[in-house]
């Protein structure tokens, strides 16, 4: 990994995350088009600007991110970035790809989700070996580049799986520093975690204990976190655990919500939703995900077919409308996922559909404008991974919801603990139990939807995102 230039030496307050603020798309003609960053990390951190004068570093992820570095030099133009100052690290995209594919989300974002089952038993073997030296290498590029960036005592928060080797390393480069770690993750028990060879598991632990500061979105996974150092290290050697929950961040979603691109394609989704048989708008039950195993989408829809079964009198007055935004694409087991998921999608409208009523509308085209249209008109909200560190979709859909919705929730979301008791609380494998409470969300009388969707949205947004960051900040520096 090549020496860079340092471009913000003497910041105060530093981010690190895989994955920044935009990601860069480059079109035929040579144009670069900035686009917002995906995902519940950046949602949360995306606030962070107007509040402090962060430097956030973080990977070109794509060609489009690479040709803006080459252009800008690594600080990226703010106008992209709503004002954050910016520092994206071109890492040579072998390396990349295999410490962000290869470990990074092959291997620690499955142990943590608990994803491994038949066929996908992980085997740690000699490929495994090589791709841990790029994970470490991409690791200690970021501690470089935040070593070089920070003045004096500085607080550095680094985020996520992708970056757990960070706090040791850059402990060891800059004694002064006070360093912080977030998971926007779960974190597997002990007996799921040690499946890791040991060696690896004791120097992610090391790792992230060269912090001063861990946080984590729940107690659940926090707890799961000391019982894996408890047993692999002996303790936490020192550094402190904090629960930070992440909530929706109502003034942004509010406003941004009613401008008129979201105005247009709210219509347009009212058009493809249609009337059921009685001339009243059909109901609709919404999910936005990206497309990924432990978002638990093939089991919705297999819910919501039995719905159709069991229910009939739902058919022509109910839509599904999945949007499942495609992720990791480089990985085959995303791609055979995200296959499945459109094969069921058509199976369904083939078996039920008729001329005028498409019983799943699943769009795949990532579009913020018409995710807000979609929270606006939701009558009922599928949220059912299962596990999710968050799921800041389940908060942010109850702010937005212009006639309340019922959230069905998954009770291995993180989410679960603070908007469990106005939802209605499913078992993300128990399909029959889903398709029943998608009939109690479709049938529940007005008056308790409103009553629940305003609890929703008020445990949905007592922990805005810039209070979050802040509060980390300020334990951080009083520490
Ligand atoms: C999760 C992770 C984030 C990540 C996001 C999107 O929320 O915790 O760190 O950015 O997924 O995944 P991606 O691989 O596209 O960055």
Known sequence: VSERSVVHAGAE???????????????EDGALTAKRGGGGLVSGLSSIGPETDAVWVCAALGEGDREAVRRTG????????????????????HVHADAYNGIANSVLWFVHHMLYQTPLEPAF????????????????????????????????????????????????????????HFSHTPWAPPEYFRMLPDGIAEQLLRG????????????????????????VLGGTGGARLGVYGLGADAGFLRERSRRADVDERLAALREQIGTG?????????????????????????????????????????VVHVAFAYPSRQDLAVYREYTAQVGR????INAEFGTAGWRPVVLHVKDDFARSLAAY???????VNPIRDGMNLVAKEIPVVSEEGCVLVLSREAGAHEELGAAALTVNPYDVSGTARALHEALSMKAGERAERTERLAAAATALPPARWFMDQLRALQAG
């Open 376 to 382: 606006r008109l939701a009558d009922v909200a599928l």
């Open 277 to 317: 048989p009685d001339g009243a708008a059909r109901r609709s039950i919404v999910r936005v995900d990206r497309t990924e195993l432990s978002k638990n989408i093939v089991r919705g829809l297999r819910a919501y077919r039995e719905l159709l079964v069991d229910r009939p009198e739902w058919r022509e007055r």
């Open 125 to 180: 073997d000699a490929e495994f070996r090589r791709q841990w030296g790029a994970y470490e290498a991409y690791n200690h590029a970021f501690a470089k580049a935040l070593a070089d960036e920070a003045g004096p005592h500085a607080a550095v928060l680094v985020q996520d799986y992708h970056l757990a080797l960070v706090p040791g390393m850059l402990r060891a480069l800059r004694p002064d520093l006070r360093i912080a």
């Open 13 to 27: 307050v530093l981010v690190a995350s895989n994955r920044g603020p935009v990601s860069y798309a480059l079109g």
């Open 208 to 231: 992230m204990t060269g912090a001063d500061q861990l946080g984590f979105l729940t107690h659940r996974w926090a707890d799961a976190f000391r019982a894996c150092c408890a047993e």
């Open 344 to 347: 069921l999608a058509e199976e």
């Open 74 to 93: 690594d600080a990226l133009d703010p106008a992209d970035t709503g004002g954050q100052r910016v520092r994206m690290l071109d890492i040579p995209s």
